[in-house]
T-cell receptor, first 116, second 111 residues
Framework: DTEVTQTPKHLVMGMTNKKSLKCEQH?????MYWYKQKAKKPPELMFVYSYEKLSINESVPSRFSPECPNSSLLNLHLHALQPEDSALYLC???????????????FGPGTRLTVT | GDSVTQMEGPVTLSEEAFLTINCTYTATGYPSLFWYVQYPGEGLQLLLKATKADDKGSNKGFEATYRKETTSFHLEKGSVQVSDSAVYFCALIQNFNKFYFGSGTKLNVKP
């Protein structure tokens, strides 16, 4: 099983809502990633979790709050978002953050988020 | 800083045509280079990679050679199929920690 699953596929939320994005992998990977991808742009790294600890935060606003409850799950909690936060949010995992050249990153299909 | 520049798309080809998507990079040191593909409605998939100069990555008929002298990693395929229609991202990684993606090139292959 080389699959990373993400739910929901689509999410529409207002600026005062609180919602969460979920990501799951069962490949035994110990590194998990959140990326943001705007239309016709490349993915931009947001967060990296390594062995369930946050190892990289790319200066992401606090209205995005990641959580890694266990080695298979990664959540992204959303609160008080702005319309410009509308994007495709991609989750990825790899066997080990430090061996990124040896171990491929597997991406999920993404959650298409629209903030109204 | 480190960066990747790709040719602008979209690139439209007929089936069985030859494909080249140009990619050049700017980096200090010796990065590793990648091509990722994103099919409509899906996440990114690693297509091929090269970790040192003169390495050739290949997969599914696609090839790219790491050219240090021209700082390039152009993607080629001898005969494209309709199923190759997707967005292709060139990327580099250095110091084992962060990907730098190019802006992506959309490929449309017509029957």
């Amino acid at each position: 099983d080389t699959e990373v699953t993400q739910t929901p596929k689509h999410l529409v939320m207002g600026m005062t809502n609180k919602k969460s994005l979920k990501c799951e992998q069962h490949m035994g990977h110990r590194a998990m990633y959140w990326y943001k991808q705007k239309a016709k742009k490349p993915p931009e790294l947001m967060f990296v979790y390594s062995y369930e600890k946050l190892s990289i935060n790319e200066s992401v606003p606090s209205r995005f709050s990641p959580e890694c409850p266990n080695s298979s799950l990664l959540n992204l909690h959303l609160h008080a978002l702005q319309p410009e936060d509308s994007a495709l949010y991609l989750c990825a995992s790899s066997q080990d953050e430090t061996q990124i050249l040896l171990y491929e990153q597997y991406f999920g299909p993404g959650t298409r988020l629209t903030v109204t | 800083g480190d960066s990747v520049t790709q040719m602008e798309g979209p690139v439209t080809l007929s089936e069985e045509a030859f494909l080249t998507i140009n990619c050049t990079y700017t980096a200090t040191g010796y990065p590793s280079l990648f091509w990722y593909v994103q099919y409509p409605g899906e996440g990114l998939q690693l297509l091929l990679k090269a970790t040192k100069a003169d390495d050739k990555g290949s997969n599914k008929g696609f090839e790219a050679t790491y050219r240090k002298e021209t700082t390039s990693f152009h993607l080629e395929k001898g005969s494209v199929q309709v199923s190759d229609s997707a967005v292709y991202f060139c990327a580099l990684i250095q110091n084992f920690n962060k990907f730098y993606f190019g802006s992506g090139t959309k490929l449309n292959v017509k029957p």
